[in-house]
């Protein structure tokens, strides 16, 4: 069982810059890899970035390379994501979540954090 904790989030204006964390913990910690995904309101939940544990190798929606970058401390279980040059368009709940196996897909998943809200005004 792995347990995922996230903290981070808030308010933020436009161009405003945020990071999010989530640690891990668990028996089964470390998984395979860990993944961002986002979900507005009336949407589906979509994939934003991951990254592996023992590699750090990252994948990244296309539409948000260059401003979203994901990173992680082993030492800490814990992974972040950085959001830089924030939209209204980024406004969503935020959640974090770990794969034994794949990267891109919502059903790769197995566990998942209790999500934070992102909200960005102009």
């Known amino acids: 069982q792995v347990q995922l904790l996230q903290s981070g989030g808030g308010l933020v204006q436009t161009g405003d810059s945020l990071r999010l964390s989530c640690a891990a913990s668990?028996?089964?910690?470390?998984?395979?890899?860990m993944g961002w995904f986002r979900q507005a309101p009336g949407k589906e939940r979509e994939f934003v970035a991951a990254i592996t544990w023992s590699t750090g190798e990252t994948a990244y929606a296309e539409a948000l390379k260059g401003r979203f970058t994901t990173s992680r401390d082993s030492a800490k279980n814990t992974v972040y994501l950085h959001m830089n040059s924030l939209k209204e368009q980024d406004t969503a709940v935020y959640y974090c979540?770990?794969?034994?196996?794949?990267?891109?897909?919502?059903?790769?998943?197995?566990?998942w954090g209790q999500g934070t809200q992102v909200t960005v005004s102009s």
């Open positions: 668990g028996r089964s910690v470390p998984s395979y890899a």
């Open positions: 979540a770990a794969s034994t196996g794949g990267v891109w897909n919502v059903r790769d998943y197995d566990y």
